[in-house]
Each structure stands twice: as C-alpha cells, then as structure tokens.
C-alpha cells in the first residue's frame, strides 16, 4: 500500500491524531546559545539562539525525544522539526546554505523516532512523518513598507524555488506526507504547492499533501484578508488529503471556522489550535482536559477527522485529546454538487 493508501485508510477508520507544539516543548529544555550552537557552529558569527530549527543537527537527541513523547502521548502523525527550515527565513541567522540539510536531518530524526516507537510498539500502527513546511518571514500579498503598497520584499519564484528546496529535503530524509501550514499569506501557500507539485513532477514521486490555515482574528479571515472559504477554494485544486485550521486561535475561538470549514470541505478536515489564548506574559493557560473537551464537542459534531495541538500544547494535552476523541466516529466525506 501506498502512504496515502495508508492514511486514507485509517481516516476512514476513525480520527487521527497529530501532534502538538514543538517550540513549547523545546523551551522546557531551557536552552543557551551554545546549545544552539554545539560544536560545529562554536565560532558562527552571528548569534543562533531561537533558531530551533538548527536543533534537529545541533542537538537531534533533543528533538527526537520531543517526537518520542508525543508518539507515547497517541499522535499518529508527527511534525518535522522544520517550521523555518528554507533559504529567506534562514537569511536571519545567514544559514542559508545550511536549510536543506535541516530539512533532511529533521525528517531523519522523526523517522528514527518512528522506527524506535515501532519497534518497542509492534502491532501499534502505522505511525506518519509529516514534512513541516511553514510561513516565511517575508510576504506576497503584503508590503513591509506602508508608503510603497505595490513593494514587495520577494518574488513568486524566490518564495517557490526556496520551498522546492525544503520539500526536496524533506522527501530525502524519509517524510511520508508534507503539510503546509499555518497559512496567513495564501500566495505563499500557492508557491509552496507550486513547487510541492514540481518537484513531484520532476522526481515522479507522489506523497499525500495536507494544507492548514490560520484565521487571526474574530474577523474570520486571513491576515492577508481572505475569507475562510475564498482560502478554502484558493488551495482545493491542490487536491490535499486534508485541509483544515492550527495555530492563532484556541478551540473556543475557532469552533465557528471549523464548523464553516467542515461544510464546505470535500476532503478530510484537520483542526489542531493552540492551548487557549496567550495570557499578558505570553504563555497559554488552557489545560489538557479544557482543550480535549472543545475538541471533543468538534469531534461529536462530525466536523473533523484529524486533530492535534499548535502552540502552548504539550504531550499531555495531545494525550487528552486522543482519548476524548478515541470511540468518536469521524467526519464522513460530504457528497457536494458540482456547480460548473
């Protein structure tokens, strides 16, 4: 069976469970620079730490136990360690040429986390890397410069060629699927599915696709202004397994999108939200079992099939939501008319 065969099999089955924050979990780890740094970048000249993505080379046992916890807590899909793994975002550390090698070393590591898992689990499962592949620091829609509305701080190809890169990583090192996620800019949505399609083009290798958005803000739309459903329809021709919703929001603020979303959607719908909003000193409140519960009524109305947590969720949380979901059917794949 193909990947796709395997995932499109247990989401017929029932809801799959994705896994939480990486940032969350790195910083209980408590990190300094030369941490970040290790022996190879001792003398890098610029400073590296809050580069986690650097992590997966630097301190790769670190970020695999991080995967361990979350396998142990039910996930079924585990996240790269590579949320800023390509060339612009790269630019802040001038990693540039170092971001490919991340891409493959941090689907190494979740692969090894898998293997190991199996191993100490037969019969679990089939358990998933998804390829993280993440916002840049740079936009398509949006100017950095508010007298000059028309600029742009890149191109359509720099942003393409710098996401070919990263999906050519991550295919490399042994992802299975590849998630593009956190979207607040659909225009470098459309570049990363440009080259996710180029690059499939040009190997022949086919491996499942999964989009996630972000709304960010009660007014129910991008930061780059577009609706739920324009973003929704912006992204279908992609085919993805799954299109669906994470970070910005905690479930209570999201529930009405979600619920949008599972109308609309004519492929599996993913929710993963943040453990409730950030409170004055930045840090999220929203226990494991507050956070299972929201999912659990999203659960109990049909509107989802995989689910997990993004920023403030740990092992604990992701542990919760697997169990309030675990005898909850999923959503079933609607029968929709075609308009034209």
């Given at each position: ?82 949320f800023s793994a390509q060339v612009i975002s790269m630019a ?130 991008t930061l780059s202004g577009q609706t739920l459903e324009a ?34 959607a004519a492929c599996y719908v993913s929710c993963y939200p ?67």
């Amino acid at each position: 069976m193909t990947v796709k065969q395997q995932l499109t099999d247990l989401l017929e089955q029932r809801i799959v469970i994705i896994d939480g924050a990486m940032g969350t979990m790195i910083q209980r780890y408590k990190l300094e620079e030369a941490d970040y740094r290790g022996e190879r970048f001792n003398a890098w000249h610029c400073d590296l730490k809050g580069n986690n993505d650097l992590l997966s080379i630097t301190q790769p046992q670190i970020i695999k136990a991080i995967h361990r916890e979350y396998l142990e807590a039910g996930a079924d899909v585990i996240e790269t360690n590579t949320f800023s793994a390509q060339v612009i975002s790269m630019a802040d550390y001038d990693m540039q040429e170092l971001s490919y090698e991340m891409n493959v070393a941090s689907a190494r590591v979740a692969r090894e986390a898998i293997t190991e898992y199996l191993e100490a689990h037969p019969g679990a499962g089939p358990r998933f890397v998804a390829g993280a592949i993440g916002p840049m620091n740079k936009t398509l829609s949006l100017s950095p410069d508010v007298n000059n509305p028309g600029y742009r701080a890149v191109t359509f190809d720099e942003v393409s060629q710098a996401y070919f890169d990263q999906v050519k990583g991550l295919v490399e090192g042994g992802a299975d699927i590849l998630l593009v996620e956190t979207i607040f800019d659909t225009l470098n949505a459309k570049a990363a599915l440009f080259a996710i399609q180029r690059f499939f083009d040009e190997t022949g290798t086919t491996l499942p696709v999964m989009i996630s958005g972000t709304i960010t803000d009660a007014s129910g739309r991008t930061l780059s202004g577009q609706t739920l459903e324009a973003f929704y329809v912006s992204v279908a021709h992609a085919a993805p397994v799954s299109i669906g919703l994470n970070c910005a929001l905690g479930g209570a603020q999201m529930k009405p999108h979600v619920e949008e979303l599972a109308q609309i959607a004519a492929c599996y719908v993913s929710c993963y939200p943040n453990a409730g909003l950030p409170n004055a000193m930045g840090e999220y409140d929203e226990t494991p079992a507050d956070t299972a519960a929201i999912i659990a009524g999203f659960a109990r109305n049909h509107w989802i099939n995989i689910v997990g947590g993004c920023c403030g969720t740990t092992p604990d949380h992701i542990r919760a939501i697997a169990e309030a979901v675990r005898d909850i059917a999923p959503r079933l794949l609607p029968v929709l008319e075609t308009a034209l």
